[in-house]
T-cell receptor, first 113, second 113 residues
Framework: LAKTTQPISMDSYEGQEVNITCSHNNIATNDYITWYQQFPSQGPRFIIQ???TKVTNEVASLFIPADRKSSTLSLPRVSLSDTAVYYCLVDYGATSGTYKYIFGTGTRLKVLA | ETGVTQTPRHLVMGMTNKKSLKCEQH?????MYWYKQSAKKPLELMFVYNFKEQTENNSVPSRFSPECPNSSHLFLHLHTLQPEDSALYLC????????????FGSGTQLSVL
């Protein structure tokens, strides 16, 4: 059964870089990796998506090693407003045999002043 | 504003009641999803619709009945629910099914008494 795992929580200070890793051992050739941010009482919001190597946008970077069994979301210089839960999502496609779009367990990031 | 609207935001119902959750997307997307988010658990995919056709039912109990009359609207009909069904129910849409960015609504917080 496909599984996506993340650390439960992380603390950081304002201005630091935060790296959150997601493990997705059963990822297949055509599966994408997407990261979402969720604030209380809101739905998850798209941050970044990647397939391999490195992707960067205005808010984050995503690092994916060659074997693609894990990925790392990097948030540069976090602020208090980045306190949220971060989820990775893998579109397992035909690999899982049960269902697709498996969200990770979520990482609760707390940014301290 | 994500372009995905869910109503109601909060719902309290007894185990013998029948209620419906509504989701509407204004993004011109073709795929729509229902997710369940329980406290301290990852998001669980429930149903997927692609061009109004159901393409995924993740072993959801029959007391949850989805309906997708067109690509812009998605309903979740609820009947004879159990207290353990209390959760945040999230609707999402994407341009197409598979590997696409998901846009989520704010969810309906359901309490079953």
């Amino acid at each position: 059964l496909a599984k996506t795992t993340q650390p439960i929580s992380m603390d950081s200070y304002e201005g630091q870089e935060v790296n959150i890793t997601c493990s997705h051992n059963n990822i297949a050739t055509n599966d994408y990796i997407t990261w979402y941010q969720q604030f209380p009482s809101q739905g998850p919001r798209f941050i970044i998506q990647g397939y391999k190597t490195k992707v960067t946008n205005e808010v984050a970077s995503l690092f994916i090693p060659a074997d693609r069994k894990s990925s790392t979301l990097s948030l540069p210089r976090v602020s208090l407003s980045d306190t949220a839960v971060y989820y990775c999502l893998v579109d397992y496609g035909a690999t899982s045999g049960t269902y697709k779009y498996i969200f990770g367990t979520g990482t609760r990031l707390k940014v301290l002043a | 504003e994500t372009g995905v609207t869910q109503t109601p935001r909060h719902l309290v119902m007894g185990m013998t009641n029948k209620k419906s959750l509504k989701c509407e997307q204004h993004l011109g997307h073709n795929a729509m999803y229902w997710y369940k988010q329980s406290a301290k658990k990852p998001l669980e995919l429930m149903f997927v619709y692609n061009f109004k056709e159901q393409t995924e039912n993740n072993s959801v109990p029959s007391r949850f009945s989805p309906e997708c009359p067109n690509s812009s609207h998605l309903f979740l009909h609820l009947h004879t629910l159990q207290p353990e069904d209390s959760a945040l129910y999230l609707c999402a849409s994407s341009q197409a099914e598979g590997g696409e960015k998901l846009f989520f609504g704010s969810g309906t917080q359901l309490s079953v008494l």
